[in-house]
């Protein structure tokens, strides 16, 4: 598949890249132009760059950034594999445990809700989450409870989901 948009920061700022990204890449470059004592230097991809700057696409890179730090710190930073094919391999199976995982996580989510939805628990029962004579909804952070409104309660007391 053909990539459509390069988006990069200001140090890959370059007229040569960006004539290789549009000319020979058909694609479009969104890299932030570099100033010089408050001058563009010359290129007319450069200028054209500076002119008609597009944020809101600039920002979907952050997006990018995001999605790459989770899969370094759950799956490290490092490849096994010493071949290149199976490097790839490697990256698109992080992929794709990444991917199940968040799906899980949506999935025990959506049930726990439900369930809750499904009982017409108001109130949760403090002896049951090992918090003796504190008032679950209305309890600080010290007790180790949500402190978001009943609605929003989907999260870890204890180290267990309730």
Known sequence: ????????????????????????????????????????????????????????????RNKVETAFSVLKRRFGEELKARKYWYQVKEIKIKVILHNLTKAVQTVVIVVVWKEFNRAGISQINADILGVKGVDPLNATRSHRVCPYPVEARVCLIKNRLF
């Open 1 to 60: 598949r053909k990539t459509a948009c390069y988006v990069m920061d200001k140090g890959y700022d370059a007229e040569t890249l960006h004539r290789q990204i549009r000319e020979e890449l058909g694609a479009d470059s969104v890299i932030p132009v570099r100033t010089w004592q408050g001058r563009i230097r010359s290129g007319t991809y450069r200028q054209e760059m500076y002119a008609n700057f597009d944020d809101e696409r600039y920002r979907e």
